[in-house]
């Protein structure tokens, strides 16, 4: 058997409005992208290749599902026009299509089925189809693809069940759902830690903190202090959701930050979005008021002035230091500096700054580690207002950083980072969600307690480049 999965945007595109950014047959559910269950269910249906038919771009589809080597079965690619029927479809697939029991799935809907059940095909006239339906898709088997012209319209008896995708409020019921009641029909990520409760890798649970099944936690999530996860709650990778904050009967996306002190409850957070899916409405809020009262770190003149005066202080106190030591290790031979160009936020301006490579073989060299010292040139970039004293990363002027920073509006570099602060090796996943929850976090009192505890509680140490 072979399954040929319909994808058509005038079934779809209405989820678009909610989330621009995401394919409408990838968005989450339960930490799944929607059109996985289509294909575990043709998996578990006896298919042993899978077509799937779309009639708008969908490049997200291939990169997720490539040639299938994850599910152990062959995936490929077609293309419809919006109003192209099964019959026309079946022809333009007639290769794919020939000499072999079929399983459609055409339309948006969602299939309910118990991965223990017997989901093979059911059996039907070897000269018939039939067919399943909803309101938006239906779901048929056919002896092979001249059946189609006799197909019998009645439930099938099978050990499965449609759901009609119409409304965000239908996606958010069946997360629902699958949460309190189908957690064990389903492949879903994470691992079970006790009844309920699904967990990705890496996930952080800061003490004091509660949580109240049934929960899905995905990868890379930080659930600071005092927080209250549950119940009914489903939250996406790369996730942090800080002090205080109560979470019960909501999604939350991927790449989202929920701030301190915030009770969400019967909304999905998408990024800086919070949408109720019971009418649709959807609230673009700042990252500001995500954190609370917080603020961003660049919008006061008080705070670039104190920013610009630490900054004079810290180069005062480091600057008999640089010179003496400076000059030591010239004489060594153990001083090299790089220029690099990098970027000052998403609108594409950059500056060319001085990276101190620092190789730690000498005295000279490790005091100058110590006393931060490669910091020295930089500080006066921060008197002229043109880095933060404590920021982001700089990010070098390349293709990958400008792309990632489209959706990282909240970027400043620094010359101190809050990577240096969490004491975080440079590079990975885990430095950018760190640098992503500081930024979202950034006010003055905030970026004054990551400096002190750069300077002072992690004694001026850092690694030195090799």
Known sequence: ?????????????????????IHPA?????NKPLLEYHMDFALLSG???????MDEGGNSIEEYFQQGERWGVAISYGISNPDDSIDTLIEKNGAFCADTPLLIMDGFFFVHYDKAGDLRAPSFPADSGLLSSCSSGSVLFAANADCLHNISDSSLEADFALSSLTSLDDIFGISMQILQAEQDHYVLPGYGVEQNVLLGQNVTIEKNTKIIPPVIIGDNVRLHGNTVIGPDVVIGSDVIVDNGTRIERSVIHT??????DLFVNNRIVHGKRIISPADGEILDISDGYLCSSMDMYSGSLFRRTVNSVSALLIFVVQLLPYFLLGGLRKLQGSWQVEEQSVLLGNRGESLTIPILFNRGDTIADKLFAVLALEKFPLLHLV?????QLVGNR?????????????????YLPGVFTYAEGEEMEEGGLDEEIIERYHAANRSFRHDCGILLKILFSNGFTRKTAQ
């Open 1 to 21: 058997m072979k399954a040929l999965i319909v994808i058509r945007e005038k079934d779809s595109g209405w989820l678009r409005d909610f989330f621009p950014a």
């Open 26 to 30: 990838i968005t989450p559910i339960c």
């Open 47 to 53: 298919c042993t290749a899978v077509r799937i038919v």
């Open 255 to 260: 790449d989202s930050y929920v701030g301190r």
């Open 383 to 387: 008197i002229k207002g043109k880095m």
């Open 394 to 410: 700089p990010l070098s002027e390349t293709p990958a950083h400008q792309k990632l920073l489209a959706d990282f509006p909240d």
